[in-house]
Structure formats: structure tokens, C-alpha cells
């Protein structure tokens, strides 16, 4: 009897059917570090305020999966070589380029493990899977570090027009229902082409690129970095210090699981295997489970975090073009610490400042090339276009201050 292939079916509610049918592919979504992606919010604590924004990571990169299938026939159709080696690689990248992302993604990044990205974790947990697989993720491993001599795959993984990118505007759009982040993907992708090994916009898709771009500072703004959606995020940040800060002074009432004790009280700041290790066994239950463990500490401000988080009782957020003062935090620190009974230094905790800021098309440094019909390359922020110009390349910073009243 013939063999028959197996093939899966995933009922995606963005994009509807999503096909699986490689062996290696397979192997990928079966394996324990990508099934840990469903216990990782995509959206970190965005649900506070848009309550169907509960989809996760592997959610995400299935959808990047399939649209970067969608983009391989794409390209192919117009005669851009791509062999079945390299379709595979690279659906296996833009299925892992998230594999590194810790618990409630970006909210927590840069305080539960300091000074490693999200993108060297999962560098190193590809890495880690291409070992198991007896060097089967070899060629994904080239193309994910930008290393391969076809360019363009590496940008449809990571890149001012990437299937990342697509995927989670078009998602979280779906899931926030907020249809600013809505895109023309399915246009975009057909205007994609391959010149000089490297990926570019046909001249008639510069309109749509425009509307990914303008799209993608509206989600920005309205949902990213919207006010609320920063001051739960910033509270989470707050309960780690303060759980860090309570194990420097040899509190040890702190306990709340191996993984989350590892990292609060153990690591030194290298990712070894062990580190490694832990890291993956580590999702958003492991979080969820410590604030409602530490709810009932005896440290008031750890206590009175935690439990603000956990029943929305979030701390006020206030944006604005200028800088706030150091009168203007000393002030509200004062009123803090006396109201709920916390020395200066504790209501720190309560009070603080930082700023938010977004360029959504750097020019120094990113680059979407627009290809026209008469063969000519140029950057879509210096074709006639006044909105690329005056608009998009331009930062915008506000400053916030998180207060308890």
C-alpha cells in the first residue's frame, strides 16, 4: 500500500485553515519548548483592558507560519528560487523566532532575566531543539542568524515587512477589536519580490506598505502602550524588583515554585544550560501562581501589588508631552506614603515615572525598498510620498507617571 503523508488541519480564527504537513514541521510544534508558547499570553496584560486579548504566543506563530507559507508560493510564482530544503527552514524560523519569549512576554524581559533578549533565547533554544533533532534545524539556524547567502528569507522572518510583523497587527487586532491594526497582508504579500537577493515592494503595493505602517502606530498607541495596559505591566515589573529586592535582604518567604525561584533567587545573569533549562520550564501560570502566593506576604508593598494586580486595582496612569518634575513625584510619593502607611523609599513602588516612545519607520536604520517597473531601488521613505516623510519617520515620546491615588 502507498504511504500515506500525514497532514493536520488548525482552525485559525484569522486566517481559517492552516495546513501542517512535513515531517520536521511536525516535530517542531510537538516539542515541549513550542507547546510551552501556549501558556504565554501574546499580549501580557493587555486583557485588563481588552478583554478578548487572551491569545498566546504559539497562536502567533502559527499565523506567521502561515503567512509565510502564503509568501513562499508567492515568490515562487514569480520565479524566485526556493528550494523544498529552504521552504522548510524557513517555516521552521518563523515558527521558533518566538520560542524565547519569558512570562507575559516584553512586560517582563528585561526584569525577571536582565540583559538577555528574547531573541538570543531563542537563538539558543533552537540551538538546543537542532541538537535533539540531530542537526535537522542546521539550514534554519543560518537563515534565523541572517547568515545565509539568500538574504530575503532572513527578512520574511525579521524585517521592516515580516510575517511576525503581519501576523500580530492583524491578530491583535482581531482579538482587542480595535480595526486600526487591520491590514491589507494578503495584498502585501502578493507586491512582495526578491531583487538582489533581497526582499522588496512592487511599485503598486507602496499604498498598502503605507497603511502597514500607519496601522502599526495606531495599535501602538491605542493598545501596546495604551495608559492602562502600562501601568498593570509596570505593576508586574514592580512585584519582581520588590520580590528581588526582599531575597537580597535574605527574606525567605518567597518560595512559589522551582522555576520562579531559580530566577528570583539563584541566577547570576548567565544563560548555562541549567539556566537554559529552567527558562523553558517557565510560563505565565509560574507568574500568576507567585502573585497569588505573594499576595499573602508579610511585606506590605509586595502584598498590596500583588493584590491590586490580581483583582484590577491598578495603579493611576497619567501621559503627557513634558516631562514630569521631581517636585511632582516627591509630591505624590509623600501623599502616597502617608495614605497607606509606607516610608518614602517603599512608596517608590507606587510612584514612578519613564517614558514611552515610538518611531514606526526609522530611517537611519530600517529599511523597506520600494522596486519600480524601470528597475529602480528606493527607500519608501524617500519615494513622493508626504505621509512617509512627515509622518511615520517621526519619534513620538510621551512621559507617564504611575500613582497609587
Known amino acids: 500500500m502507498p504511504s500515506v503523508t500525514k497532514r493536520k488541519i488548525i482552525n485559525d480564527p484569522v486566517y481559517g485553515f492552516i495546513t501542517i504537513q512535513h515531517p520536521l514541521i511536525f516535530q517542531i510544534v510537538e516539542h515541549p519548548f513550542y507547546q510551552r508558547?501556549?501558556?504565554?499570553?501574546q499580549m501580557a496584560m493587555a486583557h485588563l483592558v481588552y478583554p478578548g486579548a487572551v491569545h498566546t504566543r504559539l497562536h502567533h506563530s502559527?499565523?506567521?507560519?502561515?503567512?509565510?507559507?502564503?509568501?513562499?508560493?508567492?515568490?515562487?510564482?514569480?520565479?524566485?528560487?526556493?528550494?523544498?530544503?529552504?521552504?522548510?527552514?524557513?517555516?521552521?524560523?518563523i515558527l521558533l523566532h518566538d520560542a524565547g519569549h519569558g512570562p507575559f512576554s516584553h512586560a517582563l524581559e528585561e526584569t525577571l532575566i536582565p540583559s538577555v533578549h528574547h531573541e538570543?533565547?531563542?537563538?539558543?533554544?533552537?540551538?538546543?531543539?537542532?541538537?535533539?533533532?540531530?542537526?535537522?534545524?542546521?539550514?534554519?539556524?543560518?537563515?534565523?542568524?541572517g547568515e545565509y547567502k539568500k538574504h530575503f528569507l532572513h527578512q520574511l522572518i525579521s524585517g521592516q515587512l515580516d510575517m511576525d510583523r503581519m501576523d500580530y497587527l492583524m491578530r491583535d487586532s482581531f482579538f482587542t477589536g480595535v480595526s486600526e491594526g487591520v491590514i491589507g497582508y494578503d495584498r502585501i504579500l502578493k507586491m512582495l519580490v526578491v531583487h538582489n537577493q533581497e526582499l522588496m515592494v512592487e511599485e503598486k503595493g507602496i499604498y498598502s506598505v503605507e497603511?502597514?505602517?500607519?496601522?502599526?502606530?495606531?495599535?501602538?498607541?491605542?493598545?501596546?502602550?495604551?495608559?492602562?495596559v502600562l501601568?498593570?505591566?509596570?505593576?508586574?515589573?514592580?512585584?519582581?524588583?520588590?520580590?528581588?529586592?526582599?531575597?537580597?535582604?535574605?527574606?525567605?518567604?518567597?518560595?512559589?515554585?522551582?522555576?520562579?525561584?531559580?530566577?528570583?533567587?539563584?541566577?547570576?545573569?548567565?544563560?548555562?544550560?541549567?539556566?537554559?533549562?529552567w527558562f523553558c520550564a517557565m510560563d505565565d501560570t509560574d507568574i500568576t501562581f507567585a502573585i497569588k502566593t505573594w499576595r499573602h506576604h508579610p511585606d506590605k508593598v509586595l502584598s498590596l501589588l500583588c493584590d491590586g494586580l490580581l483583582n484590577r486595582r491598578l495603579l493611576k496612569c497619567d501621559l503627557r508631552s513634558t516631562a514630569f518634575t521631581s517636585e511632582e513625584l516627591a509630591t505624590k510619593r509623600q501623599q502616597t506614603a502617608a495614605s497607606l502607611k509606607l516610608s518614602t523609599e517603599e512608596a517608590q513602588y507606587f510612584v514612578f515615572t519613564g517614558e514611552a516612545s515610538n518611531t514606526t519607520y526609522k530611517i537611519a536604520d530600517e529599511n523597506i525598498k520600494i522596486l519600480f517597473k524601470n528597475g529602480a531601488v528606493t527607500d519608501i521613505s524617500h519615494?513622493?510620498?508626504?505621509?512617509?516623510?512627515?509622518?511615520?519617520?517621526?519619534?513620538?515620546?510621551?512621559?507617564?507617571?504611575?500613582?497609587?491615588?
Open 211 to 228: 497603511k502597514f505602517l500607519v496601522a502599526r502606530r495606531q495599535m501602538y498607541w491605542q493598545v501596546y502602550l495604551h495608559k492602562t
Open 231 to 277: 501601568a498593570a505591566e509596570k505593576m508586574l515589573v514592580k512585584i519582581i524588583e520588590r520580590a528581588k529586592y526582599l531575597n537580597s535582604i535574605n527574606d525567605r518567604n518567597l518560595s512559589a515554585g522551582p522555576a520562579i525561584d531559580f530566577f528570583i533567587q539563584s541566577y547570576d545573569g548567565k544563560m548555562t544550560n541549567q539556566s537554559l533549562e
Open 37 to 41: 508558547l501556549r501558556r504565554i499570553n
Open 120 to 145: 538570543e533565547l531563542s537563538l539558543l533554544i533552537i540551538e538546543k531543539m537542532n541538537r535533539e533533532l540531530n542537526g535537522a534545524l542546521g539550514l534554519t539556524l543560518s537563515i534565523f542568524k
Open 383 to 405: 519615494v513622493d510620498n508626504p505621509l512617509i516623510h512627515q509622518t511615520i519617520s517621526a519619534p513620538v515620546k510621551k512621559f507617564y507617571i504611575c500613582s497609587f491615588n
Open 62 to 93: 502559527l499565523g506567521a507560519y502561515h503567512l509565510m507559507c502564503n509568501a513562499v508560493t508567492e515568490l515562487r510564482a514569480k520565479d524566485v528560487e526556493i528550494t523544498t530544503a529552504e521552504e522548510i527552514a524557513v517555516k521552521a524560523a
